[in-house]
């Protein structure tokens, strides 16, 4: 069965550009484009006394800030914002807290582990260079044609996200964060970004959650050019058992898709979506294989740069969890390419 059959939507249409929708009492939500494949992503506004706490930031450009002045205006009424958070350090949900948080004077809420990686990203820091990128790419057997797109597009977070904040809040794992007249608990995720903040209000029965579940898209899980041994499918599978565990008709606020009720049957898709996943991969590996090779496997369409970084990244996920499962093993050619075959 498709998402659309088993999950239930209470609210059909996102809410208009500039503009506010609430979906439980004290909580909106907003609605920013994105200049991606993945057009748009949902932002929330939390009540907070008389003013709001605001709830990731949408991409750093020049049509969300503009978004953004327009619900000052028509939604806010002068109203004081007092906290702004990043569920996670991805550039369209970061990219204008700098400018969020000076604006308002307010202190930005996020994990320590995303605050750092954001500030690394956009430093080229700690490894996150764009040579390490494309010899990583290259040694997993990415074409110099498609290499060549990734030396053309440089720095791409930092494009994205100009003035990250110098100072943070940090948030933990099962913090309770007073906000309103609710309480919202902390449950971090794993496998998506480096430590995600999922925010979940057990009195509204709403979890804000982010990209760590999405009622349409699979969250991408990616290994990374400083990580490469890393099993980041392996934390999100663990993860979503996680927010499975919530009551089955808490009201989920995705960062991307309509809001949905469902939250154990999308976990239950999304488990049985990698379970697939990886049983196709396997197959392809019979023979010995670099992921550039089985990208195809997972994608089966023309992909941009944008998309191949995603989608190298997606399949060498894929390809280190049946490494820590025992069913493949990863050697260095003569050539020196990376390929992967059964065990
Ligand atoms: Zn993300």
């Given at each position: 069965m498709?998402p ?6 209470p ?9 506010a929708?609430?979906?439980a ?6 609605r ?5 494949a993945l057009?748009?992503i949902n932002?929330w ?6 003013a709001?706490?605001?709830v990731?930031?949408g991409i750093?450009?020049?049509a969300?800030?503009a978004l953004?002045?327009q619900?000052?205006?028509a939604e806010?009424?002068g109203?004081r ?9 991805h550039p369209?949900?970061?990219g204008?807290a700098g ?11 996020v994990s320590q582990a995303?605050?750092l990686?954001?500030h690394?990203?956009h430093?080229?820091?700690?490894g996150?260079?764009?040579?390490n990128?494309?010899?990583f790419l ?13 030396r ?7 494009r994205?996200?100009q003035?990250?904040p110098?100072r ?8 309770a964060?007073?906000?309103g007249?609710n309480?919202w ?5 794993y496998?998506?970004?480096p ?13 804000i959650?982010g ?5 349409k ?6 290994v990374s050019s400083?990580?490469?041994?890393a099993?980041?499918?392996g934390l999100?599978?663990a993860?979503i058992?996680?927010?499975?565990r919530?009551p089955a ?9 309509l809001p949905?009720?469902g939250?154990?049957?999308?976990a239950?898709?999304l488990v049985?979506?990698h ?7 396997e197959?392809a590996?019979a ?5 550039a090779?089985?990208?195809g496997?997972l994608?089966?369409?023309?992909l941009?740069t ?7 990244g ?5 390809l ?9 093993a ?6 020196g ?7």
């Open positions: 498709t659309e059959q088993v999950l239930d939507y609210f059909r249409h996102p809410p208009e550009p500039g503009t929708l609430e979906v009492p004290g909580v909106f939500w907003l920013m484009p994105l200049p991606f057009d748009h932002l506004l939390l009540d907070d006394g008389e709001v706490a605001i990731d930031s750093g450009n020049d969300t800030r953004w002045e619900v000052f205006a806010l009424g109203r914002v007092t906290r702004v958070f990043a569920t996670h350090c369209d949900h970061a204008l400018w969020l948080t000076r604006k308002f004077d307010a202190p930005f809420l995303d605050y990686t954001a690394v990203w430093d080229s820091a700690a996150f260079t764009n040579e990128l494309i010899a290259a040694e997993h057997g990415l074409d110099e044609a498609r290499l060549a797109g990734f053309a597009r440089g720095n791409h977070y930092r994205n996200v003035d990250l110098t943070y809040r940090r948030l933990m794992d099962g913090d964060i007073a906000i007249a309480v608990r902390v449950i971090m995720g496998g998506h970004a430590e995600h903040a999922a925010l979940y209000s057990e009195r509204l029965g709403v979890l959650s990209d760590m579940i999405l009622p898209i699979s969250t991408n899980v990616a400083v990580e490469p041994d099993d980041p499918l999100f599978l993860s058992a996680n927010y499975a919530l008709d808490t009201l989920v606020l995705p960062s991307h898709g949905f009720r939250l154990r049957e999308r239950e898709q049985e979506h379970r697939l996943r990886l049983a196709e991969l197959e590996c023979t010995p294989k670099a992921a090779e089985v990208i496997t994608f089966r369409r023309e941009d944008h998309q191949t970084f995603f989608a190298m997606e399949t060498l996920a894929h280190n969890y049946l490494v820590r499962a025992g069913t493949l990863r050697a260095r050619g003569a050539d390419i990376v390929r992967y075959g059964r065990t």
